[in-house]
Nanobody, 123 residues
């Protein structure tokens, strides 16, 4: 059974950095896209970053470009999200997702999700 387990969430202050990890088990990088999404209370889930696990292409939401970096370690079956220069508006539950085929930052395109890890940024 495929499982995605996120870790690395924390509470920190504006300007800080954090790296989220998504460990995949029972899963191989055979699908096209894996991504990170986030959802703040009362808001829709939004795509943050995605990666073509075959070709290596990456996609970012405008709000995080230049601050966040998505990467993967195939040997460890792990997807990462490096987050720098964090802002209070980055506060959300962050989810890892897999199984995307097209529209990298659209949550509807993914069929496998982790349980989420909380990131809270205070001013």
């Amino acid at each position: 059974q495929v499982q995605l387990v996120e870790s690395g969430g924390s509470s920190l202050q504006t300007g800080g950095s954090l790296r989220l990890s998504c460990a995949a088990s029972g899963y191989t990088y055979s699908t096209y896209l894996m991504g990170w999404f986030r959802q703040a209370p009362g808001k829709e889930r939004e795509g943050v970053a995605a990666r073509n696990t075959v070709g290596g292409g990456t996609y970012y939401a405008d709000s995080v470009k230049g601050r966040f970096t998505i990467s993967q370690d195939n040997a460890k079956n792990t997807l990462y999200l490096q987050m720098n220069s964090l802002k209070p508006e980055d506060t959300a539950m962050y989810y890892c997702a897999a199984g995307g085929i097209s529209y990298p930052l659209n949550a509807l395109g993914y069929n496998t999700w982790g349980q989420g890890t909380q990131v809270t940024v205070s001013s």
